[in-house]
């Protein structure tokens, strides 16, 4: 290396601060590497007299070399021509105000922060496939074809068609909101194809992927192996029908233990439930709350199960890139690999169950009243109650399906 070349290159900056996704090139300009091609955005430093000197204020530079480099980066990354940003609405500005009314929504109890994070998915694919800044309105029809088969191959493989069309109906949500906010003068046109499978398919694919259900010798030898407070939180969903955000937000205040029951408005649906509890599901959540670990937030200090650690199961992580955690799903799938339960099944799978076996006692009032199933039929706007006798039947099928010998 010349003597000239190492005077020119010694005076180069170092990263602003840990992460920072740019770095000083020799010309004194920010740059990245991208898909093999290098790109430069700002500069840290300018010319003089045959030498790079920085900039007055190197940081600030920075920001606005790394603001342009995120204005940029999704076209770069995809290949496609940079856009440049316009006065019309762009599809950075629908999604963020989009999140932001949503997150209000949140705020006033009004949707679940699950719900949210959901929304949020679906616009970094609405990002990802149309760019920061393309303008909202001349998104295609063509466009929202090539999203539907790109969303539907998946990196992954071809994806089931209820995720597929759970997606499409979260980005149509999207998109309306632009019309339905007046942040745009005509409505989005999706086209005839962008809309979810067809009941067929979906049944097609319920069909090739086997039941979502678990058989009793399996959920038996589940109980065996697991440990509290996995133990308490099974016999729950099997007891009850409840499923992981029910019971990661599951206040001990809502339990009767010495009376045996549960009073608990299901979460997702605001449905009042009332719940016989088993006496095995009695004396195991005994154990798990009296081992419960200290709660690392006073917000969570009521709650009946805690992580380790002090968090809820099903949570919103901490930290700059915020993403929803499921650790009761996760510790669930150990128990399953550990015990070689194979099939397409998870702990959801049961609340399957608990719906199939309960429907054998020919109550399906009851059952949907465990169940905490918003009912909108004329007879349920008219039912002031159901009886605790009807409900602990339910509830007795289920256990004598799984215990026999009871």
């Not at 004194?28 to 500069?43: A, E, P, S």
């Not at 609405?89 to 997150?103: D, G």
């Not at 086997?210 to 589940?222: A, P, Q, T």
């Amino acid at each position: 290396m010349s003597k000239a070349t190492k005077s020119r290159t010694s005076n180069k900056p170092a990263k602003p601060y840990p992460g920072f996704p740019l770095t000083a090139h020799a010309t004194g300009r920010w740059c990245k590497r991208i898909n093999g091609q290098l790109y430069y955005f700002g500069r840290w430093g300018t010319s003089q007299g045959g030498k790079v000197v920085k900039v007055d204020n190197v940081r600030e530079a920075a920001q606005q070399a790394v603001d342009q480099f995120n204005e940029q980066r999704d076209d770069l990354n995809a290949g496609r021509p940079l856009q440049k940003k316009s006065d019309r609405l762009t599809v950075a500005e629908l999604c963020n105000r989009f999140l932001a009314a949503k997150r209000e929504r949140v705020d006033t109890g009004e949707i679940k922060l699950s719900s949210w994070h959901e929304y949020r998915s679906a616009c970094i694919k609405i990002i990802d496939a149309f760019g920061r800044n393309r303008p909202v309105d001349d998104v295609t029809v063509e466009d929202f074809n090539k999203l539907r088969t790109n969303l539907a191959i998946g990196p992954k493989g071809r994806r089931a068609p209820s995720s597929l069309g759970k997606d499409i109906l979260l980005i149509r949500i999207v998109f309306k909101y632009a019309s339905d906010a007046r942040l745009i003068e005509k409505p989005v046109w999706f086209g005839p194809d962008f809309k979810a499978p067809s009941q067929r398919i979906k049944r097609q694919a319920r069909h090739a992927s086997g039941k979502r259900m678990f058989e009793s010798d399996e959920l038996r030898e589940m109980l065996a192996s697991a440990q509290q407070p996995m133990r308490a939180m099974i016999l729950l969903a099997i007891n009850g029908g409840l499923g992981q955000t029910d019971l990661a937000n599951l206040p001990q205040s809502a339990l009767d233990l010495n009376g045996g029951w549960l009073d608990y408005p299901r979460p997702k649906t605001a449905v009042e439930r009332r719940i016989p509890l088993w006496p095995e599901t009695v004396e195991a959540l005994r154990e798990a709350i009296a081992s419960r670990p200290r709660a690392k937030s006073a917000d969570d200090d009521g709650m009946a199960f805690l992580t380790r650690n002090g968090l809820r199961f099903v949570r919103n992580s901490s930290g700059e890139k915020q993403a929803w955690v499921d650790s009761l799903a996760q510790s669930f799938k150990k128990i399953l690999v550990k015990l070689d339960i194979n099939g397409k099944r998870n702990f959801y799978a049961l609340r399957h169950t608990f719906e199939t076996i309960a429907g054998e006692s020919k109550d399906q009032v009851g059952v949907n009243a465990v169940m905490g199933h918003a009912d909108q039929s004329m007879a349920a706007v008219y039912r002031e109650r159901i009886s605790d006798d009807r409900l602990r039947a339910v509830v007795e099928t289920v256990r004598q399906w799984l215990w026999p010998a009871v």
